[in-house]
């Protein structure tokens, strides 16, 4: 919250998952693009961590695109590691049905819409 305008201006979110109570999941985090620069993301992030220790979690896990590097040079600064790296791929439906082999998509879509 910035304290002159009252206006959030950057937000940072933790999961916890009742199937796996002793792991945190630190999701988005946000500073709003004027009061970039001023490392409230990283700020943001080690406060809501301790707010954890009460919890006595195991492990907290977080992530970023791979190309964001304000966001891993928080990570690395709070010490988290890489432990993975993924690649997201997608295509249309009807592309993928049309790959798949004879399927008129056009057709599929057509008779979907008026069966
Ligand atoms: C990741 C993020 C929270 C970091 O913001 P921050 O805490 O203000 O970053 P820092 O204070 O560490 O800034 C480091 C430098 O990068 C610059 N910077 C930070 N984010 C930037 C961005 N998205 N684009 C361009 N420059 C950026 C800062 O101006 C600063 O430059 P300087 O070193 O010359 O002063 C912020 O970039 C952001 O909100 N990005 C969009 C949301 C996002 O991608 N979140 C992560 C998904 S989990």
């Not at 004027?34 to 707010?51: F, S, T, V």
């Not at 006595?56 to 791979?66: E, I, K, Q, S």
């Not at 990570?75 to 082999?101: I, K, M």
């Amino acid at each position: 919250m910035h304290d002159e305008t009252g206006e959030v201006i950057g937000l940072t979110q933790l999961q916890l998952h009742p199937r796996r109570p002793g792991w945190g999941y630190q999701r988005d985090t946000v500073v709003v693009e004027a009061h970039r620069g001023r490392a409230l993301g990283l700020a943001m992030k080690a406060e809501m961590l301790r707010w954890l220790t009460p919890l006595d979690l195991d492990l907290v896990y977080t992530g970023t695109n791979a190309d964001n590097v304000h966001m891993i040079a928080v990570n690395h600064a709070l010490g988290f590691t890489t432990v993975r790296s993924l690649v997201e791929v997608d295509r249309t439906a009807a592309g993928l049905l049309q790959a798949l082999g004879g399927v008129d998509a056009e057709q599929r879509q057509a008779e979907h819409e008026h069966p």
